[in-house]
């Protein structure tokens, strides 16, 4: 903080011109924001508020085929709604530009309902007056602590890889933890001046168990009156190249080695500064802030050990401004941990630490809104993403977190929660490959997402004909996803770790930000369209077949379907080039068995036991895949006796099927087909929303509707079908129940890092081990 | 302690006592055991100590049995006990205290000085030449442990509260006939904490790298003063609250939602930050001190739940007779534990290391199957210890200090009848918190005096030099009440 009173110095006079970004593109939706709330730190102020978004989605309505239904129409309706969506906006400035930052938002704000002002920090009471005058909102005090820790539960429960290990020397700094379902008891360590430590239990209970005095205002103040070095983060600076053995009196100083009968290794810190007070010499400044750095960093860990035993608790997250982005001293506070708990402890950090304190507040006084009772996602878009907080890699970017940083949240329509048959719901990682940690990939897929860049522009402006400035809007998108990517291949770990999926969801959150909402809504109207077409003549030779030929069929059938997916740019370069293209060539280009991943003999003969009670299919793309390839393998399961439920996107994704079209392609064949018109009459064809508007897959945020019916139904099959659900993510998901994992490697890259090559099949099925020896005995072991 | 370093050009001269005083019955001294700390080296001996017993003993009656015989026969013998010597002493003083014993020694059996604490090897050639002896090293927390036991088990009012602002600074406690287990907080340079739950069970549960050289070294570096006891000095009369930051300096008051009262430390020297300002040595000096008892005290007292221990005796240079560190741990403790825990000092802390080397040296003596009784005659008392009420006795202090033991002919256990071993005090009055009544009974006890020298001479009529040995009496006993009406401790 010390760093930011040089920089009030500095700048204060001239602080309107450093403002880096146009304040317009800071503090967003200004004009229906309502609902504020304020924190103010020693040196940062964080201000919350909650808006809403109006944005384009593309809505399909079937049309009224009772009255006339001509060969030529097209099977539905597709149309641009306006449609008004909730976000929470933070922002994070140093406290020399609120005043800026207040005029601006008076200006701006149109929405009169608001009164008040939710605020909490300890410059809170200093700015009372100036805030209450310039924005005309009563000021109304939160208690610091509750809101520290609302906020904490808020974004543990809400922001996959909101929690990090931090390891100094490892490939990536970063290491994001997979929250836990259960996101309580928990120890929160909250470094600011002093230490406060908090166990918290439930949203609403906490207690302050312990602290500590000797905090980050001790390294400052007594850093300052030793070095007389006066700026938190120069102190800091000093700390990381000095040496401490020069002021610290070692185990081996005393004893000439280690006290081996007490376990004290020679190099472990017998008595922090305990030679300073005999040596007739000079010490230097960067010796002693290292050693001071040591002492208070150990002290402090050694405490939130010992509280951590005390509670029974092993989950401890460490915040305030002693930690916030500064690798040093989370390095030291890791060090502290793990030395004192022997590894039985981590020190978990959070992404956004930072803002705790503000959306508490935020949170307080949305209480009526029920803010709690939505899912919140991050918005990739909107967001700046962790900043890399080594101070000698990135100099330019630790200068950029000095002005401006901002959070988004979505409000998500549907509450997400865990898919019921996770096998072990805390250790699932949806993932199959961590950017973040593999140089290799990370450079592979970045270079691919910028290659397919053009094709997904040239498709958004093709997908809004009748709008003139969608070019315009277009290039937009292309600047800031480019832009995106260019960040990430810096700091990859920006939103948690770098997944493919992330790399998806940021371009679909960019998409949806310059109103895009689904550049294929066309392709997909089409391709249904004409695979409906098809659908009965399908079935009808699936029908001809033996029952044994009909299985085998019918998995064929699937996986051909599933090659049409425009999402992967192998298949969209061939589908662009050769419409013709049809089902049949791309069941003669499947791979011959054995596949790469062949579990069909087990599946087979688990087909010749008795029927599933339930399966929950996650479909894929639009056309053929699921009209042609899913449907008739969902009839299969439906005749022998299982009732199915579809999970489908909620929102577009690529040319991924939603809810809302499925609906629509379901009736269709439900009108055409008696099966499935039985099935959905009697309700043992059901369709849900996945809750997800991804192109991947992460089984520990879908629906809770969904939840609700994979209960009910005794669901006992998953089947997980296409790359980006079934091997980008969920590749190695361990299930509680039978699982079926089917898809195309339609990436050569891909292909070759799982040891095969383009086109090869996938199709993995798993039985957990628990339900093998029971009713499934006859199921061999499904290799991995 | 540098102070004392500072004058080791004389320090023949400043020897206050005459060294047979000091070193007592060195004739028959055996198993030697040395602890040599960062400035003060404890010395160990056995030694056996001729004196007169008187014994009565049955005529028999049998033979011829007049009326005018008296019952029984009186004589005087000679008797041989055995006693502990321990004698404390600067650094400084080590090369004369050494050539004294040399010369002074007898008993040419011993081969062999046990030796431990962290100035044992410094000094192991200094010893090996001087006393011909070998230097048997011993583990220091092994021996530190050991002394425990030994004081705890064999002192009565061995261990005690401090209360600075009580009527008595000290209040003794009783020991608890089962001495385990119990936490042993050894504040030197830094802290260890030794979890002691039988003779020879210890663990070194945990430790700290902030302790006594941390507030001496920070020390030196914020005040330039090089000295620990100035340092003490300065800040028993700085004032932390303008070096550290408090909860009433963040919130304007106590922050009442989390129990934080306004006084309450936020930030130790969370002030010391503000540009352009200076900082008292004494303040800083209070504010370290503060920061380091404090953090001690927390430590000891998450320990203490942790190991379900209600039991911590400290010790170490930080603590050693310093009534400042001795109030700061005490209200530290007091605080973190509500008052569950008391800090518990012991009045031979200092001995420890030497007692148990000596105990390592001498197990074939089987000292621990003894029971053992200081010996108030020859051993020095806790000095008062504030350091504004006795200049003079703590200048004392950097000199010599003694403690002796008598080995008792029988060992000694608790009537088995006791309700209560643990709260059995022997004692109706304690004069030590009753300040009348201590007036009284040292002037009662004054005034008996001239009746008990008259009684002693009386009863050795056949000695001439009674007279003389009966007035050494009178003088001794005469200074130690006077000792005691200052330091009824």
């Excluded at chain 1, 005090?141 to 909101?162: S, Y």
């Excluded at chain 1, 500590?212 to 190249?241: C, M, N, V, Y």
């Excluded at chain 2, 148990?356 to 074939?364: N, Q, S």
């Excluded at chain 2, 001439?464 to 009824?488: G, I, S, V, W």
Aim: charged share 25%; net charge negative; with cysteine.
């Amino acid at each position: 903080m010390a760093a930011e009173s040089e920089r009030v110095d500095r700048s204060s006079h001239s602080m309107d011109k450093s403002i880096t970004l146009p304040p317009n593109e800071i503090f967003r939706n200004l004009e229906n924001a309502k609902r504020f709330a304020i924190d103010i730190g020693g040196s940062l102020t964080k201000l919350a508020y909650y808006s809403t978004v109006q944005h384009k989605v593309a809505k399909v309505r079937s049309f009224d085929h009772t009255a006339k239904d001509t060969e030529d129409d097209p099977l539905y309706e597709i149309s641009m709604q306006e449609e008004i969506l909730a976000r929470l906006h933070f922002i994070k400035f140093e406290n020399a530009y609120i005043e800026t930052c207040l005029d601006f938002i008076k200006d701006h704000l149109v929405n009169t309902d608001t009164k008040v002002i939710k605020a909490t920090g300890g410059g809170a009471h200093k700015f009372k007056d100036l805030i209450e005058k310039k924005l005309k909102l009563r000021v109304d005090k939160e208690d610091e602590m509750t809101c520290l820790i609302k906020g904490c539960n808020f974004v543990l429960r809400n922001i996959p890889h909101e929690a990090f290990v931090y390891v100094k020397h490892a490939d990536s700094e970063f290491r994001f933890q997979n929250t836990h379902p259960d996101i309580f008891p928990y120890l929160l360590i909250n470094i600011g001046s002093g230490v406060s430590i908090i166990k918290v239990e439930s949203e609403d209970t906490f207690e302050r168990v312990g602290g500590s005095s000797i905090g980050g205002g001790t390294f400052w103040g007594l850093g300052a009156l030793l070095t007389k070095t006066k700026r938190f983060d120069e102190l800091l600076q000093l700390a990381s190249k000095g040496q401490h053995t020069s002021v610290d009196m070692l185990v081996k100083d005393i004893y000439g080695g280690s006290y081996v009968s007490l376990g004290l290794t020679g190099d472990l810190i017998a008595s922090s500064f305990g030679k300073s007070a005999t040596a007739d010499k000079e010490f230097s400044k960067e010796d002693m802030a290292k050693s001071l750095l040591h002492m208070i960093s150990n002290d402090i860990g050694q405490l939130a050990c010992l509280y951590a035993r005390l509670h029974n608790l092993t989950r401890v997250y460490f915040g305030g401004f002693f930690i916030r982005g500064h690798p040093v001293t989370m390095h030291t506070i890791t060090y502290s941990i793990n030395f004192f708990t022997k590894g039985e402890v981590q020190a978990l950090f959070l992404r956004h630490e930072g803002y705790l304190g503000t959306i508490g507040a935020f949170l307080k006084g949305a209480e009526e809104d029920n803010p709690n009772q939505y899912s919140w996602g991050e918005n990739y878009a909107g967001s700046s993403g962790l900043m890399s907080t080594s101070p000698d890699l990135n100099p330019m970017q630790r200068a950029r977190s000095g002005t401006f940083d901002m959070l988004e949240m979505d409000r998500l329509e549907r509450q997400l929660v865990n898919l019921p048959l996770l096998q072990d719901p805390s250790s699932y990682i949806p993932d199959t490959v961590d950017l973040s940690e593999d140089a290799l990939a990370r450079e592979y897929w970045l270079y691919c997402f910028e290659e397919a860049l053009d094709g997904v522009v040239k498709r958004a402006v093709a997908s809004q004909p009748d709008l003139p400035e969608a070019a315009e809007r277009a290039e937009k998108f292309r600047h800031k996803y480019l832009h995106k990517l260019q960040t990430l291949r810096h700091q990859p770990f920006a939103y948690g770790s770098l997944t493919v999926r992330s790399l998806l969801d940021t371009r679909e959150h960019c998409l949806n930000e310059f109103n895009f909402p689904d550049p294929y809504s066309k392709i997909k109207q089409r391709e249904n369209d004409m695979a409906l077409k098809y659908f009965q003549k399908a079935v009808k030779s699936l029908e001809e077949l033996s029952w044994e030929q009909r299985q085998f069929a019918l998995v064929r059938g699937l996986l051909a379907g599933n090659v049409f997916d425009w999402g992967a740019k192998a298949v969209s370069d061939v589908l662009e080039s050769d419409p013709e293209f049809g089902f049949e060539q791309a069941k003669r280009q499947l791979e011959e068995r054995p596949w790469l991943i062949d579990n069909y003999d087990q599946w087979l003969e688990r087909l010749n036991g008795p029927p599933h009670k339930c399966a929950l299919f996650f479909v894929d793309n639009s056309g053929i895949d699921i009209i042609l390839g899913v449907f008739p393998f969902v009839r299969e399961l439906l005749c022998r006796g299982t009732e199915v439920v579809l999970a489908s996107n909620s929102s577009p994704a690529l040319n991924d099927v939603t809810n809302n079209e499925l609906q629509i392609l379901t009736e269709r064949i439900a009108a055409m087909d008696p099966v499935i018109q039985s099935a959905v009459k009697e309700d043992r064809l059901t369709l849900v929303q996945s809750g997800s508007s991804s192109p991947c897959l992460d089984l520990s945020r879908l629906d809770k509707v969904l939840a609700g019916v994979v209960r009910e139904r005794h669901t006992d099959l998953v089947i997980i079908e296409g790359m980006g659900r079934a091997i980008h993510t969920n590749y190695y998901a361990l299930l509680s129940c039978e699982s079926l994992k089917m898809a195309v490697i339609k990436n050569s890259w891909l292909a070759d890092r799982l040891g095969g090559k383009l086109f090869s099949v996938v199709f993995k099925y798993e039985v957990p081990l628990d339900k093998k020896n029971t009713t499934l005995d006859h199921v061999p072991v499904t290799p991995s | 302690m540098a102070k004392i370093v500072d004058s080791s050009h004389s320090m023949d001269k400043s020897i206050t006592l005459p060294p047979d005083e000091i070193f007592r019955n060195l004739e028959n001294a055996k198993r030697f055991a040395i602890d040599i700390g960062g400035s003060l080296t404890k010395l160990a001996y056995y030694s056996t100590v001729q004196h007169k017993v008187a014994k009565v003993r049955s005529f028999d009656h049998t033979a011829k049995e007049t009326e005018g015989d008296p019952l029984y026969e009186i004589s005087m013998q000679e008797e041989v006990s055995a006693r502990l010597h321990f004698i404390k002493f600067e650094n400084a003083y080590i090369e004369t205290c050494l050539d004294f014993i040399k010369d002074h020694l007898v008993n040419t059996d011993t081969k062999v000085i046990k030796a431990t604490g962290g100035g044992a090897h410094k000094f192991k050639d200094l010893i090996e030449k001087k006393l011909k002896l070998r230097v048997d090293k011993e583990d220091e927390m092994t021996c530190l442990i050991k002394g425990c036991n030994f004081v705890l088990r064999n002192i009565t009012h061995e261990a005690f509260v401090y209360a600075k602002h009580a009527d008595s600074e000290f209040r003794f406690q009783n020991t608890h006939p089962d001495i385990f287990p119990y936490l042993l907080i050894n504040i030197g340079s830094g802290v260890s904490i030794f979890k002691v739950e039988s003779e020879d069970t210890f663990e070194r549960v945990g430790g700290s790298s902030i302790g006594g050289g941390t507030f001496w070294g920070l020390g030196a570096l914020l005040t330039k003063t090089k000295k620990f006891d100035e340092l003490l000095q300065l800040a028993s009369k700085g004032q932390h609250t303008n070096v550290d930051m408090l909860v009433k300096d963040i919130y304007g008051g106590s922050y009442g939602s989390l129990g934080l009262t306004g006084d309450l430390i936020a930030s130790s020297f969370g002030k010391s930050a503000t540009p352009d300002k200076e900082f008292s040595k004494e303040d800083m000096a209070k504010s370290l001190l503060h920061m380091i008892s404090n953090d001690i005290g927390q430590l000891a007292c998450l320990y203490a739940r942790l190991h379900n221990l209600t039991r911590v005796y400290f010790g170490g240079f930080f603590i050693r007779g310093h009534p400042v560190t001795m109030h700061t741990i005490t209200y530290s403790i007091n605080f973190f534990t509500k008052g569950e825990v008391q800090a518990l000092f012991l009045r031979h802390e200092g001995y420890l290391g030497t007692i148990g080397a000596f105990l390592k040296g001498a197990e074939e003596d089987n000292p621990n199957q003894y029971s053992w009784g200081e010996n108030y005659a020859g051993s020095s008392g806790l000095m008062s210890t504030s350091p504004d009420l006795n200049p003079m006795q703590r200048a004392r202090s950097g000199t010599f200090d003694m403690l002796e033991m008598d080995r008792l002919e029988r060992q000694l256990v608790n009537l088995p009848l006791l309700q209560d071993p643990s709260s059995y005090i022997p004692d109706t009055v304690d004069l030590s918190e009753d300040a009348l009544a201590r007036e009284y009974w040292l002037y009662c006890f004054e005034e008996a005096l001239d009746g008990v020298v008259k009684r002693a001479v009386a009863s050795q009529p056949d000695l001439p030099e009674a007279a003389e040995r009966a007035e050494k009496f009178r003088h001794k006993y005469q200074h130690k009440l006077q000792t005691l009406r200052h330091q009824p401790l």
